[in-house]
């Protein structure tokens, strides 16, 4: 049954608690003068700190992404989201810079906030910061990105109506609830309006959050060409956790300990019931034919469910 099969996909990239609590000490002490930024203690106390040329946005699988990008030598990214767009634009850019790991010249300055893609202002500043920035898209289907945030939700509220109850204006009639912010998230084309008044397409790349986890190693060759980097994050810097039942990093050397999302990764979801998620779908089917046709790519959405 569909609702079956969504339950035993593994929300493999679920937000970590981190992705949606950065704290304001966090970044405080990341911004602090002569902090090394990035909540790394690996970070160089050479280099400058710089604004990002490029941001993972986006909701379905930006923190496994951000973990594996940062394997790549020519990649400085700060470890905490900062926010700045949507929740610390007073703050200034300066504040923003100081949040930033230090880097050497050729080195790519990146940042993961999932939020922006949704939040109607973040284009145009992002755009006055840099009108040359590179945005990564982590997209996956909706529907089961939809589940995925209340399962996320649930663990921290569980007292929280089900799934069938805040997905629905009217069950009876079968209105689907949009404003709730785990559906709207999905309606990707409505978002991806807002970019292109800022961004052509060419400086957006869309990474399919289903294959992060069928194909990690596909999904980065095309990150770092796009983000003109040499291919060196490959198929020897990730194995597969059949115990979480997604790709985990690992250095190519086999010098450290594999390293795998946290506990929130491969959370079990509810079950839900198969005929809210048949609705679902059908909400969702025009929006996504029309994501499609804006970005010139298949996510095959519709067709991975026909298979199940």
């Known amino acids: 049954a569909p609702g079956e099969v969504i339950t035993a996909q593994s929300g493999a990239f679920e937000r970590d608690p981190q992705e949606s609590s950065t704290t304001d000490e966090e970044l405080s002490r990341a911004a602090s003068p002569g902090s090394r930024?990035?909540?790394?203690?690996?970070?160089?106390?050479?280099?400058?700190?710089?604004?990002?040329?490029?941001?993972?946005?986006?909701?379905?699988?930006?923190?496994a992404l951000l973990e594996a990008i940062r394997a790549h030598p020519d990649v400085r990214a700060v470890g905490t989201e900062p926010h700045f767009f949507d929740r610390n634009y007073e703050k200034g850019l300066e504040w923003y810079r100081n949040v930033m790991p230090k880097t050497?010249?050729?080195?790519?300055?990146?940042?993961?906030?999932p939020s922006y893609f949704v939040t109607n202002e973040a284009p145009r500043r992002i755009h006055s910061m840099a009108k040359d920035a590179k945005l990564i898209v982590v997209v996956r289907n909706p529907v089961t990105r939809a589940i995925s945030d209340y399962t996320q939700t649930l663990s921290k509220k569980p007292e929280i109506p089900t799934f069938e109850v805040l997905a629905f204006k009217n069950r009876t009639?079968?209105?689907?609830?949009?404003?709730w912010s785990a559906i709207r998230i999905g309606i990707y084309a409505l978002h991806l309006e807002n970019w292109l008044q800022y961004f052509p397409l060419s400086q957006i790349l869309f990474v399919s959050g289903e294959r992060l986890i069928t194909d990690p190693a596909g999904e980065m060759a095309k990150v770092q060409d796009f983000l003109g980097l040499k291919r060196i994050v490959t198929e020897k810097h990730f194995y597969f956790n059949k115990t979480k039942g997604f790709p985990c990093l690992k250095k190519p050397e086999d010098s450290s300990a594999p390293r795998c999302l946290g506990k929130s990764k491969g959370r079990t979801h509810p079950k839900i019931d198969p005929d809210v998620i048949h609705r679902l779908r059908k909400f969702y089917k025009p929006f996504n034919v029309m994501f499609y046709q804006m970005t010139g790519q298949d996510f095959q959405w519709e067709q991975e469910e026909s298979d199940k």
Not at 42 to 53: I, M, V
Not at 104 to 113: A, F, P, S, Y
Not at 173 to 179: H, K, M, Q, R
């Open 37 to 63: 930024g990035g909540g790394s203690s690996t970070t160089p106390d050479y280099g400058e700190k710089r604004l990002p040329q490029a941001l993972i946005i986006g909701k379905g699988g930006t923190r």
């Open 104 to 113: 050497l010249d050729g080195q790519i300055t990146m940042e993961k906030t």
């Open 173 to 179: 009639l079968g209105l689907i609830d949009a404003s």
